[in-house]
């Protein structure tokens, strides 16, 4: 049967705007294409944090991820250089031990965009950087660890003695002086990103000399932690499933405000050279302090509402974590 003309000029005009139309729509509904290059393992912390935000995109239907791991720094630009290559439209990854190939890949291809960790300044117009700047839970961390220790000595493990490493003990270590004037630190570095055993001696070496609470700012030092039978703050991650009757609390990053803000910036080609830093903080829900946890009432309730009362300031402006990149020294 066929259909009336009066009833045909209606269908074909709606017909005529959805050829129209599903360009663009077809184009807004595509899955950006991502990359992600990392030096260590998925399941190191501060990998873990990108990894998981990014696959959190990936289940959402937005982006098309694909990463790897354990590149070596000597095939960092070549991984970077195939990625842009193979269509990927953003790109993130960590640069701290290649900054100038890294920089020097965004300049060749400067219609691909890229978000990489780094210590350096954004470079237009399309390297961004980040850093998680997690100091202010790492400074709540800070109150609990000098409240919970009774020798007054914490030791802390830490990767390299970088920034980003750096103002996070800082953070931590004026946290446990506000609770503990007492306290004194010990401070050192293992010179690697992930290598358990070798931070774990280090811990051991601290507690040894009585160190009673130890800031795991590496993986390894919890489990000397448990082993020694003493207590243990994370970084990054909650490790505390992992350790019930170690881990008190842990400063966690949550990457998903950076890289949510990254790809809604590609997707609408608004994206240029900026520092993505503070989507890590408290303020962006970008940073936390874990939950208490099985150490729930094991607090003294004085620590903890200090504790409370601080991270009320920060959330409302009223009281600023001081940023000192400087390399951390031992006060013992």
């Given amino acids: ?9 209606p269908l074909i005009a709606l017909a005529a705007s959805l050829a129209l139309a599903l360009p663009g729509w077809a184009q807004a509904q595509a899955k950006l294409k991502v990359a992600a290059i990392y ?17 959190a995109a990936e289940a959402r239907g937005e982006i098309e991820y694909k990463a790897s791991e354990n590149v070596a720094n000597a ?4 991984v970077m250089r195939e990625y842009a290559n193979g269509g ?16 020097k890949v965004a300049k060749d291809f400067p219609k691909t965009s890229f978000l990489m960790g780094s210590s350096g300044k954004p470079q237009a117009p ?59 630190f010990t401070v050192t570095f293992i010179n690697s990103w992930f290598d358990p055993p070798k ?3 280090a811990a051991f070496a601290m507690i040894d000399k009585g160190a009673d609470v130890m800031y795991a700012e590496r993986f390894g030092v919890s489990d000397a932690a448990k082993e020694r039978k003493v207590l243990a703050i994370g970084n990054v991650i909650d490790t505390q ?15 998903e ?58 959330l409302a402006g009223k009281f600023t974590v001081k940023v000192d990149d400087s390399q951390p020294k031992s006060s013992r």
């Fill in 241 to 255: 499933p992992d350790y019930p009757e170690t881990v008190v609390a842990s400063a966690i990053w949550h990457m």
């Fill in 88 to 103: 990927n439209q953003l790109i993130v990854g960590e640069a701290f031990a290649v900054e100038a190939a890294a920089r």
């Fill in 126 to 184: 399309n390297f961004s950087v980040f850093d998680n700047y997690i100091q202010e839970p790492a400074y709540l961390t800070g109150m609990i660890a000098g409240g919970m220790s009774k020798s007054n000595q914490i030791g802390l493990v830490g990767g390299f003695p970088i920034p980003e490493v750096n103002r996070l003990m800082h953070a931590f270590m004026a946290g446990a002086k506000e609770t503990n004037p007492k306290v004194s």
């Fill in 75 to 78: 095939d960092y630009e070549r």
């Fill in 257 to 314: 405000p950076s890289i949510d803000a990254a790809i809604k910036a590609v997707k609408g080609g608004s994206f240029k050279a900026e520092d993505y830093g503070p989507y890590s903080m408290m303020k962006h829900k970008g940073s936390s302090l874990s939950p208490l946890g099985t150490f729930e009432g094991k607090v003294p309730a004085d620590i903890m509402a200090k504790v409370k009362a601080r991270e009320a300031d920060i």
């Fill in 1 to 9: 049967m066929s259909v009336p003309a009066f009833r045909r000029r």
């Fill in 199 to 201: 931070a774990k001696e």
């Fill in 39 to 55: 030096t260590v393992p998925f399941e190191q912390q501060w990998v873990s944090r990108i990894h998981k935000a990014l696959k």
